[in-house]
């Protein structure tokens, strides 16, 4: 998806940790994404760190680290162009443009809405609900409602899941994430945490998938972005398609175990994102009660 080159970005918007040193043990769980399918995908593409408690040891949002501030996004991410141009200012672009959206559709809710805080980091980071290193790739707090993402986890997608990537694909990714966040002030994040491939997790997971269809079939209107190309639709939905249960299983492991998935089926996802690209209405993302 291509961002309007006039628009102008706020880089205030997204808080920039790379760089910075996070104290503490936190997670040590190595390194790459390979890590995470041992965990069982818990955390990638959707994961809610919450859902692990104290990690660490820390808590509390322990040892926010030291060491040097990024002001890439500060010097950099000025206008649509820069998006066009640059990863980071994409993310913030895009995580602009959902913010319009989301207030625009939670209009007349009787829940209020609120913006998440969005954080770039690099290596690891600590959060209320814990430290992680970014081999859990991108994930939502609840505790302190963050998104945090390692930019580094695009190149990973690519390199180590074969994904065809692309603007869209990470534009994706955030508004997956971002839907988390609205799950949670809508009171479906814990809706459901049973595993298997009609389970509570399963479900929350489509959902968010869902959520990001919704934004991507309205982000036009948010005035940020030009018109989907079905080159850029295809870069999500390929996203959603190597980071199914099933696939990741078949990699790994050689066999797929459907009473273990936690985020669905490539087929799965693939069918909720559409659903909300299409139908282009939240309502429609009631996954708890649809046949998934």
């Given at each position: 998806?291509?961002?309007?080159?006039?628009?102008?970005?706020?880089?205030?918007?997204?808080?920039?940790?790379?760089?910075?040193?996070?104290?503490?043990?936190?997670?040590?769980?190595g390194g790459g994404l390979g890590s995470l399918v041992i965990l069982g995908i818990i955390l990638l593409l959707g994961?809610?760190?919450?859902?692990?408690?104290?990690?660490?040891?820390?808590?509390?949002?322990?040892?926010?680290?030291?060491?040097?501030?990024?002001?890439?996004?500060?010097?950099?991410?000025?206008t649509g162009e820069d998006a066009n141009d640059?990863?980071?200012?994409?993310?913030?672009?895009?995580?602009?443009?959902?913010?319009?959206?989301?207030?625009?559709?939670?209009?007349?809710?009787?829940?209020?809405?609120?913006?998440?805080?969005?954080?770039l980091f690099s290596d690891g980071v600590s959060t209320q609900c814990g430290s992680a290193t970014s081999a859990v790739g991108p994930f939502y707090c609840p505790v302190d409602q963050t998104i945090y993402l390692d930019l580094g986890f695009f190149d990973q997608l690519e390199s180590q899941f074969g994904a065809e990537g692309g603007p869209f694909a990470e534009e994706y990714v955030v508004a997956h994430e971002y839907g988390h966040h609205m799950q949670n002030l809508l009171g479906f994040l814990d809706a459901g945490r049973d595993a298997g491939a009609e389970g509570g997790a399963v479900r929350t997971e489509?959902?968010?998938?869902?959520?990001?269809g919704t934004w991507g079939g309205n982000a036009v209107e948010t005035g940020y972005l030009e018109p989907l190309t079905q080159e850029q639709i295809n870069q999500a939905l390929d996203a959603a398609?190597?980071?199914?249960?099933?696939?990741?299983?078949?990699?790994?492991?050689?066999?797929?175990?459907?009473?273990?998935?936690?985020?669905?089926?490539?087929?799965?996802?693939?069918?909720?994102?559409?659903?909300?690209?299409?139908?282009?209405?939240?309502?429609?993302?009631?996954?708890?009660?649809?046949?998934?």
């Open positions: 998806m291509t961002f309007r080159r006039d628009v102008n970005l706020d880089p205030g918007r997204v808080q920039d940790r790379r760089g910075r040193r996070v104290r503490g043990g936190g997670i040590a769980i994961g809610n760190l919450g859902d692990l408690g104290d990690i660490g040891g820390l808590g509390g949002g322990a040892g926010q680290g030291n060491g040097p501030l990024s002001s890439e996004l500060a010097s950099s991410c000025r640059r990863r980071d200012c994409r993310i913030l672009a895009t995580v602009q443009s959902l913010d319009v959206y989301w207030e625009g559709a939670m209009r007349g809710s009787d829940r209020a809405f609120a913006q998440p805080e969005v954080v489509l959902q968010a998938d869902c959520f990001a398609s190597v980071i199914g249960d099933d696939r990741i299983q078949e990699q790994t492991q050689g066999q797929v175990n459907r009473e273990t998935w936690t985020h669905g089926s490539s087929e799965q996802r693939q069918e909720w994102f559409s659903t909300g690209l299409e139908r282009r209405d939240p309502n429609a993302c009631n996954t708890f009660d649809a046949d998934i």
